[in-house]
């Protein structure tokens, strides 16, 4: 998968308030933190939705591969960003980064 089809994944994994979380990559069903590529993961984090979207769960590489979009959304820290910020503001944010993407193919082809 492409950033594009990443980042409209992990917003798809965020999109409903109960599959978001603040403080932790991600939760299990209990609200015990978990690893993201988890199958006991059931809601996520910015950066959390991401790493589960591409499947990779080295998150070092995430941010260098996938997050300069949505780090331009947030002007900086993603992780900061989604812990004090509303579910709204952080829809809001993965959809400027969606549009920042999208952009960004389009002048790729």
């Not at 991600?26 to 589960?52: T, V, W, Y």
């Not at 995430?62 to 820290?77: D, F, I, R, W």
Request: glycine share 2%; aromatic share 6%.
């Amino acid at each position: 998968m492409n950033t594009l089809q990443i980042l409209i994944e992990a917003r798809k994994l965020i999109e409903k308030p109960e599959g978001w979380t603040t403080d932790a990559y991600a939760r299990d069903a209990d609200n015990f933190d978990c690893d993201a590529l988890s199958p006991r993961a059931k809601c996520f984090c910015m950066l959390g939705a991401l790493a589960r979207a591409s499947n990779v769960a080295d998150f070092r590489v995430v941010e260098t591969e996938h997050a300069l979009p949505l780090k331009q959304a947030v002007s900086g820290n993603i992780i900061a960003f989604n812990d004090a910020h509303t579910h709204a503001e952080v829809l809001a944010a993965f959809d400027r980064a969606i549009a920042r993407a999208s952009t960004e193919s389009e002048s790729h082809e």
